[in-house]
C-alpha cells in the first residue's frame, strides 16, 4: 500500500470530488436521447472495430450508457449507484475511489480490444463497484425499490455466483470482461482478503485443538497441574524465588516465599 500512498501524495490534487454524479448526469443525458429514439447504444458502445475506424469517442462514451430504459429502474439503479460511490468515496477519499474507476475502465477497455467485433458496455465497472461497496459495508441494508428490505452482503453472494456461472459457462468475450471486474476487486482488497482467511485459519485451529482437549497450556500450575486450558478462569503466578515456577492462585498464596 506504499505505492498507493506515493500515488495519492503526488496526484491528489487531481482526484475529481463526487465524480459519481458527473457520471449519473452524463448517463441521464444519453438515457433521454435513447427514451426520445435520437440515439441507440450501439452508438456509443466500445465496439473495437467502430474505435478502430476512426470513432474514438466511445472510450469515453460507453462509460455513459444507462443502466436500463423503463424510468423506475433507472431511477433506482441511479440511487443505488449514487449510494455505493457516495460510500466508497468516503471511505477511501477521493483519489482512491478515482483510481478504483480508472483501474476498471482500463481493464475494461483492454479486454474489449482483444475482441474487435463484440460490444463492450460499462456493466462489468459497475459490478466491480458493487462488490467493493458490499465487502466494506456488508451488513448495508438496502431496500429494494425502497420497500423490501435485504442486506447487500447477500446480493453481493448472488453476484458472485452470477460471476462464477458467466466464468464457466459464457463466451470468452464475456468471461474475461468477468473476470476484469474480480480482477480490480482483488487488486484492492486481495491483500486484506489473504490476511483473514489466514487469521481465520488459525482462529478455527485454535477452537479444534480447544474442543479437542489438544489445545497447548500457556500456564500450568507446578503443584497441581492446572493450567490456562483445563481452567481457563483460573489466574496464574509466577516466583522469581523458585526459578520463575508457575502456580495456580490456590498455591502461589500458601506458597512459602510469599509472605
Not at 452524463?26 to 450501439?42: C, E, H, R, V, Y
Not at 463466451?171 to 489473504?194: C, E, K, Y
Amino acid at each position: 500500500m506504499s505505492l498507493l500512498n506515493t500515488l495519492e501524495r503526488k496526484f491528489q490534487r487531481y482526484a475529481i470530488s463526487n465524480i459519481t454524479i458527473y457520471i449519473i448526469a452524463g448517463q441521464t443525458i444519453f438515457w433521454a436521447l435513447f427514451l426520445s429514439k435520437t440515439l441507440s447504444i450501439d452508438k456509443i458502445a466500445l465496439i473495437p472495430s467502430m474505435l478502430f475506424a476512426g470513432e474514438w469517442w466511445r472510450l469515453i462514451t460507453f462509460i455513459f450508457i444507462p443502466p436500463i430504459e423503463n424510468p423506475v429502474f433507472a431511477f433506482f439503479a441511479w440511487y443505488l449507484f449514487y449510494l455505493i460511490g457516495d460510500g466508497l468515496e468516503g471511505y477511501w477519499g477521493a483519489f482512491r475511489y478515482n483510481l478504483f474507476l480508472l483501474v476498471s475502465y482500463l481493464i475494461t477497455v483492454m479486454v474489449a480490444l482483444f475482441f474487435v467485433h463484440f460490444t463492450a458496455t460499462n456493466i462489468f465497472m459497475g459490478g466491480s463497484l458493487f462488490l467493493a461497496f458490499a465487502y466494506l459495508y456488508p451488513d448495508f441494508q438496502l431496500y429494494i425499490f425502497f420497500i423490501i428490505p435485504i442486506r447487500i452482503k447477500w446480493l453481493a453472494t448472488l453476484m458472485w455466483i452470477t460471476y462464477a456461472v458467466v466464468i464457466i459457462a459464457g463466451t470468452w468475450h464475456i468471461r474475461l470482461l468477468a473476470l476484469a471486474s474480480i480482477s480490480n476487486f482483488l487488486l484492492f482488497f486481495g491483500q486484506d482478503i489473504a490476511w483473514k482467511i489466514k487469521n481465520g485459519n488459525r482462529r478455527m485451529l485454535e477452537q479444534i485443538l480447544h474442543f479437542s482437549g489438544k489445545q497447548k497450556a500457556f500456564h500450568k500450575c507446578t503443584i497441581c497441574g492446572k493450567t490456562d486450558v483445563s481452567h481457563p478462569q483460573m489466574e496464574f503466578r509466577y516466583c522469581q524465588e523458585c526459578d520463575g515456577a508457575c502456580y495456580c492462585m490456590a498455591h502461589i498464596n500458601n506458597h512459602k516465599h510469599i509472605k
